[in-house]
């Protein structure tokens, strides 16, 4: 009678722990499948589905902090380029310089009535000459805002005489504004913009 007793005992406690073990695997499974069900949903809503040219593209959603570098070097090269390419006519000009100095403050526009001052466009509008930029690299300092970065870039003068090469040194900062519209679609701002260095580098004839 003891002896079947204790099979009993026994019984339940392999009975015991067997449920136990059972239990603590389904908790670890429902943890899992709960975890990567939380994963999926948000993976899903970090992807973007954009229909362009009759194809369905798929895009996925980062944070801005991710691609801050990008975007400041690009709102910092996309400014340079309305700034300083420039055609012979005075209308092109306005407008090109016009887009620029919504992504800057007004120590662009200093920049541009000096050089409105000086006859620089009219020497461009009268020598027929066309001004081209490609900005070479732009470094960026800090790590809060406003961003402190310098521009090095080269100007191609194109004129019936010949090609002249400039190397262009600005410096500046970039604040963020918050607000994006469709003149400034990073929402960024240059400010304290100044010219380093503006000067001959090549000549061709």
Not at 47 to 67: D, F, P, S
Not at 74 to 99: C, M, R, W, Y
Not at 158 to 183: C, F, H, M, P
Not at 185 to 201: K, M, V, Y
Request: charged share 20%.
């Amino acid at each position: 009678m003891f002896t079947q007793l204790k099979n009993i005992d026994t019984a339940f406690k392999h009975i015991k722990q067997f449920s136990i073990f059972l239990i603590i695997g389904n908790v670890l499974t429902m943890c899992f499948c709960i975890y990567k069900s939380t994963q999926a949903v948000s993976l899903a809503h970090n992807q973007v589905h954009i229909l362009y040219n009759g194809k369905l593209l798929e895009a996925i959603a980062a944070e801005r902090k991710t691609n801050l570098p990008v975007e400041l070097r690009d709102h910092i090269k996309t400014f340079h380029e309305d700034f300083f390419d420039l055609s012979p006519d005075d209308k092109a000009i306005q407008a090109n310089v016009g887009k620029a100095l919504y992504l800057a403050d007004e120590s662009a526009k200093r920049q541009y009535d000096n050089l409105r001052e000086s006859g620089y466009y009219n020497n461009l509008i009268s020598a027929n000459i066309s001004q081209e930029i490609s900005v070479d690299s732009t470094r960026l300092e800090g790590n809060q805002w406003p961003y402190i970065f310098t521009c090095y870039a080269t100007e191609k003068l194109v004129r019936s005489s010949g090609t002249v090469y400039r190397k262009l040194v600005t410096q500046g900062e970039v604040r963020d504004i918050a607000i994006q519209t469709d003149n400034n679609p990073h929402g960024f701002l240059i400010q304290h913009w100044e010219i380093l260095a503006n000067r001959d580098t090549v000549v061709q004839k």
